[in-house]
């Protein structure tokens, strides 16, 4: 059980936005820690797309963006594309437990 | 190139321990801290712990305390992960990533290719 929850899975057909959402409680999210973004090809090490909740790296498309309210943030994505296909993960910090990084249990997103 | 580039998979048995490489090139090594994040059936993507690449202070989860050690040598640029003693839960491929800090929430922006190991 991940302490940030995603849904497992999501579609949508090229072209399309689909939101990605990462609930998470008083002790992270909630506590105004930043929430980062990570994209993950199958078989490949996960990929930073949206850092400090909000900011992309250089290289990753604008398509991409990220937003953070309360306990919950999410990811945008527009204009999907083929290559959108991938698990996304989000991450934080919870300072419960003397603190510690925290991930959520991942988004499967389907190009229809 | 900037990059960071693990050793190759392993095959454990359960109740030994595992040691896992991560060298970087391409950057300061000594500017950034290490990482290390492990993703397994069971748990997805787990944090396991950070050590500074400039002095070798360490920071682990409470629920790793006594079966991990991370470790540095600045003349290869290379840190290492120690993890015992494992069991079937453990098996799973494990990652080395770069950060700015060993606090907060802290993004990981390049990562190693990932060390797949298997304890059976």
């Known amino acids: 059980q991940s302490v940030l929850t995603q849904p497992p899975s999501l579609s949508g057909a090229p072209g399309q936005r689909v939101t990605i959402s990462c609930s998470g409680s008083s002790s992270n999210i909630g506590a105004r820690f930043d929430v980062h973004w990570y994209q993950q090809l199958p078989g490949k090490a996960p990929k930073l797309i949206i850092f400090?909740?909000?900011n992309r790296p250089s290289g990753v498309p604008d398509r991409f963006s990220g937003s953070k309210s309360g306990t919950s943030a999410s990811l945008a994505i527009t204009g999907l594309q083929a290559e959108d296909e991938a698990n996304y993960y989000c991450q934080s910090y919870d300072n419960s437990l003397g603190g510690h990084v925290v991930f959520g249990g991942g988004t499967k997103l389907t190009v229809l | 190139q900037v990059q960071l580039v693990q050793s190759g998979p392993e095959v454990k048995k359960p109740g030994s321990s595992m040691r896992v490489s991560c060298r970087a090139s391409?950057?300061?090594?000594?500017?950034?801290?290490v990482a290390w994040v492990r993703q397994t059936p069971r748990h997805g993507l787990e944090w396991m712990g950070y050590?500074?690449?400039?002095?070798?202070?360490?920071n682990y989860p409470q629920r790793l305390h006594g079966r991990v050690l991370m470790t540095i040598d600045t003349s290869t640029n290379t840190s290492y992960l120690n993890f015992w003693p494992l069991t079937s839960d453990d098996t799973g491929v494990y990652f080395c990533a770069r950060s700015q800090s060993m606090v907060g929430a802290t993004e990981f922006d390049l990562w190693g290719q990932g060390t797949l190991v298997t304890v059976s």
């Open positions: 391409g950057y300061t090594f000594t500017n950034f801290d």
């Open positions: 050590i500074s690449a400039h002095n070798g202070d360490t």
């Open positions: 400090g909740s909000n």
